[in-house]
């Protein structure tokens, strides 16, 4: 029996089944086993292998379902996930550009979530490699898509205003990045269920613009609530923790709140360990 702790072992039990699997010709096992190993990978920070395994998915669904839309959009964001890890945005681009590409023509009579979906993350990954005016189209796309369509994802609603608004950040328009991002919070606190994650992430996105406007008031109340929301989720979030606090601090440095801007910052060193 393999211990849970035990990362080599639990690997090794992975890779096993996943032999047996491709042996008897399962292609589903095969698939299903495939993401595990990958996502297993992923945690332990084994990048290379995961993005084989991960691809090695998407081809043989793609095999699988030639009569249908053939990607999984969780698939694709465990992929792009890898590859973002791996600091490669240009593949990350290229894959859900390609699979942009093939939904345009699978839903053209009727565009859907997958598609919204695709738009949104690909406007993020546009927004990384500084490709503001396709992030601000693709942006822009997925806005309207889920404002017609409301008994869509609240949750996904929101994000795609806060990418929007971080494009126009970028595109140096920081009051209408304000206006889009408080919008996003609005949406993500009347989620059911509202997510803290979710909050906490926009809290972050409305504190960083807020900065750069200097309303540095503002910023600390986002920040601090930001900060308020994180201690409750996963220690996954420890670097989270520590951003957020080092971005409090550095606003209440500016306000001269000194003793606590240090005392913030000491304890986020630890946590970047």
Same mark, same amino acid.
């Given at each position: ?5 035990d990362s080599s072992?639990v690997?090794l039990?992975?890779r ?6 491709r042996e008897?010709g ?5 698939v299903?086993?495939l ?18 395994c991960?691809?090695?998915v998407?081809q043989?669904?793609?095999q699988?379902?030639?009569s249908?839309f ?5 698939? $694709?964001? *465990? !992929?792009?996930s890898? /590859?973002e890890? =791996?600091g %490669? +945005?240009? &593949?990350e681009?290229?894959?859900? #550009? ?7 023509k ?5 565009p859907?979530?997958?598609l919204?979906?695709?738009a949104y993350?690909?406007?993020e ?18 806005v309207?898509?889920?404002?017609s369509h409301p ?5 996904e609603?929101?994000?795609t ?29 009347s989620a059911q ?8 992430k926009? $809290?972050? *996105? !409305?504190g960083?613009i /807020?900065?750069? =406007?200097? %309303? +540095?008031? &503002?910023a600390?109340?986002?920040f #601090?609530?930001?900060?308020?929301k994180l201690?409750?989720l996963s220690?996954a979030?420890?670097?989270r ?11 209440l440095?500016?306000?001269g ?5 240090q005392?913030l910052?000491?304890q986020?060193?630890p946590?970047?360990?």
């Open positions: 029996m393999i211990d849970a702790g072992g690997e039990l992975l096993q089944q996943l032999q047996q699997a008897a399962n292609a589903g096992r095969t299903a086993m993401k595990f190993l990958g996502t297993f990978l992923h945690r332990q920070n084994k990048l290379a292998e995961a993005e084989s991960l691809r090695e998407l043989l669904q793609a699988r379902n030639e249908y053939p990607y999984s959009v969780v698939d $694709l964001e *465990d !992929l792009g890898v /590859l890890a =791996e %490669k +945005l240009d &593949e681009d290229a894959l859900l #550009r390609s699979a942009l590409v093939a939904a345009r699978y839903y053209a009579s009727e859907n979530r997958t919204a979906w695709l993350h690909l406007a990954t546009d927004r990384q490699r500084k490709s503001l005016a396709e992030a601000r189209s693709l942006a822009e796309e997925a309207s898509l889920y404002q008994d869509w994802s609240a949750a609603r929101g994000y205003l806060q990418i929007l608004g971080n494009v126009l950040l970028d595109s140096g328009d920081p009051a209408g990045a304000e206006t889009l991002c408080r919008r996003a919070l609005e949406v993500q606190r269920p509202a997510q803290d994650d979710d909050i906490a926009c $809290l972050g *996105d !409305l960083n /807020l900065q750069h =406007e200097n %309303k +540095l008031a &503002e600390e109340g986002a #601090r609530e930001e900060l308020a201690p409750d220690r979030n420890d670097a923790i520590a951003s957020a606090r080092q971005n409090l601090a550095s606003i440095q500016k306000e709140k000194t003793a606590e801007s005392e910052l000491r986020a060193a946590a970047q360990h």
